[in-house]
């Protein structure tokens, strides 16, 4: 029987277009928890598939201290994520987390009462008007 030979999985080998590398930051993102060891993580496997050396010069980091910032083992600061980031040519992006408590529900249905209050206000003005052209002759 043969043997069967395994390497090790590295996803940066199949980080290939800046849209993989976006989609792989975003479901990390997605999954971190909260875990900012694991987001550096993901970046430092983006950077090994660009090139960590370019990623290094264009981020103005010296490559050593950029392996061990995106290791994973440690947590970089806010500002050299940021400039990994742009040195990837990747942004951040913000998006509101809908909360569903009592407080949101009540302003969300104001708000839907004031828009058909507003609908209903604007049909009876207009509908009277449009039957009055209507029924006139020209």
């Known amino acids: 029987m043969a043997k069967t030979k395994t390497t090790r999985y590295d996803v940066a080998e199949h980080l290939r277009t800046p849209g993989e590398m976006a989609a792989y930051l975003e479901a990390c993102l997605e999954e971190a928890n909260g875990d900012a060891a694991f987001i550096a993580k993901a970046l430092g496997d983006i950077a090994r598939a660009k090139g960590m050396s370019q990623v290094a010069r264009d981020a103005g980091l010296s ?17 050299t ?21 009592s407080t949101d529900q009540l302003v969300q249905q104001r708000a839907y009462k004031q828009r058909l209050l507003t609908f209903i206000c604007f049909l009876k003005v207009f509908l009277p008007l449009s039957f009055y052209f209507q029924n006139r002759p020209c």
Do not use: W
Not at 63 to 79: C, I, M, N, Q, V
């Open 63 to 79: 490559r050593e201290s950029l392996y061990k910032a995106l290791s994973g083992e440690r947590t970089p600061g806010f500002d």
């Open 81 to 101: 994520i940021l400039k990994v980031m742009g040195a990837l040519g990747l942004k951040l992006h913000a998006e509101a987390v809908h909360i569903n408590n």
